[in-house]
């Protein structure tokens, strides 16, 4: 049960998203084959992701650190909570058996920048983020497609219920141990030096001339497609809503 600042079903969501990452992380391992016996080792069913270009190496290396953007919104939970997924964060590496002397280098670097963002310290994501280069201009009507194609992606799992196993299942948590995995995670963020995370990038990042050449084309006038995204699901959900049968009350409303 979720703490009383917290409703139940925030704190219930909260778990699914970190889940949903790690998933895509665990995805993203066995696409560039890190672990030749993961499917033994990962702890997630990853048969919900759908994209068909999903197991391309090079495409999952620019999808997976934009499914980061979702632990990023992750932030916004009170820190009790934000402690609780880095323990489960160190109950997944207990459980995958990943260790310094077995990771290999892009890896570690991801695990120092998922539990860097589990502590609240995105920096450096952000500023990556909106310097990375990108394939569709956000002015485009594909790029905005692409972003759709995502929120609808989201949507149709929460429809379907998975959100609903944690609160119901208890193996919602992972079963590794806490205090070794984060030994174990210790380890590996010391096996990796400064300079060697910060020359390290979520994302392809734009040079300076690319990016007085994307703010020329942005414009004045640019929607942001994200946030446009977000609108137009909302009103979607709410006009399901107000459109579902029976018809919903006013105490409903409330």
Known sequence: MSPGDLPDDE????HWQFRHVIMWLEKYIEVVNYFPDWPQRKQLDNSSIKRKDVNDPQKIERTFPTMLGFLRLLVYNPPWLLTELKEEFYKWINATGIT???CPARLRCYLVGIHEILEGETEKFDKERKNRKRELHPNSPEYAEKVNEGFNA?????ESGEADKIKENE????NGDTQQGREAFQQIANSISNDEYQTFHFFPQMTSEEREEYKRKKGKNNVDPILHSWKTNSIKEINQTLNQKPKITNNDLS
């Open 100 to 102: 310094a002397e077995n």
């Open 171 to 174: 193996k919602g948590r992972f």
């Open 11 to 14: 704190y219930d969501y909260a």
């Open 154 to 158: 989201i949507n149709e799992i929460l």
